[in-house]
């Protein structure tokens, strides 16, 4: 099946030359939006598979528009596209939710690269990016569970006994959504229970 993706980017060429290279690369490309409020309600409604976002968007921070989109579809797999390469910034993004992140005068190999190892489910930098306590260029495979990285938050607060409740003040969502988050987590940690899914990653911690 061929990949969904929504391109985020307040710049209309040179979003219309990565969607030329997306499409090129045999990738669907479903939607268009230049905000952060429009890509969360076109991702809302169209439920892509991949989003590639940009930071400096008109009316929010991109990490904003991240955190949301990756809050009401848990599935969905975003890489950031964006000119700022500073370690917080980076940092901010795969916090948010984000799993590769590409500065945009990258050769676009390496652009569709990081799009390719998000849909495996790994978090790839771009050449020189920097995350947190890590060196540059470095590439973190994903769990062998294949919790996404705000799956595995949902589930270490599921291991330390937090209802739907909390955890969704705490991650600032809805019970629905968190109670999503759930189900996938029982999912992909073959758990029948919440309490099952809490053995299993407080024995993954150890």
Do not use: W
């Not at 020189?128 to 306590?133: E, F, H, N, S």
């Not at 060196?135 to 990285?149: N, Q």
Request: with cysteine; charged share 20%.
């Amino acid at each position: 099946m061929t990949t969904r993706v929504m391109v985020v980017d307040d710049h209309p060429l040179f979003r219309a030359a990565l969607v030329t290279l997306l499409r090129a690369s045999s990738y669907d490309v479903v939607a268009e939006t230049a905000s952060a409020a429009e890509a969360i309600a076109v991702a809302g409604s169209c439920r892509p598979d991949m989003a590639i976002v940009d930071l400096g968007l008109p009316d929010a921070p991109g990490q904003q528009a991240i955190a949301r989109m990756c809050a009401e579809l848990p599935e969905l797999r975003v890489v950031v596209l964006s000119m700022y390469e500073d370690a917080a910034t980076v940092q901010q993004a795969l916090d948010a939710g984000a799993l590769g992140y590409v500065v945009k005068d990258a050769p676009p190999a390496e652009v569709i690269a990081a799009i390719k190892a998000a849909e495996l489910g790994a978090s790839v930098l771009g050449a020189g990016l920097v995350r947190t306590g890590t060196s540059p260029g470095a590439r973190v495979e994903p769990p062998a569970d294949g919790l996404t990285p705000r799956e595995r938050t949902v589930a270490d607060l599921v291991a330390r006994g937090l209802p739907n409740r909390l955890i969704a003040e705490r991650l600032g969502v809805s019970q629905k959504t968190v109670a999503n988050y759930v189900s996938s987590v029982l999912l992909k940690l073959g758990a029948t229970d919440r309490h099952e899914a809490a053995r299993i990653v407080r024995a993954q911690q150890r």
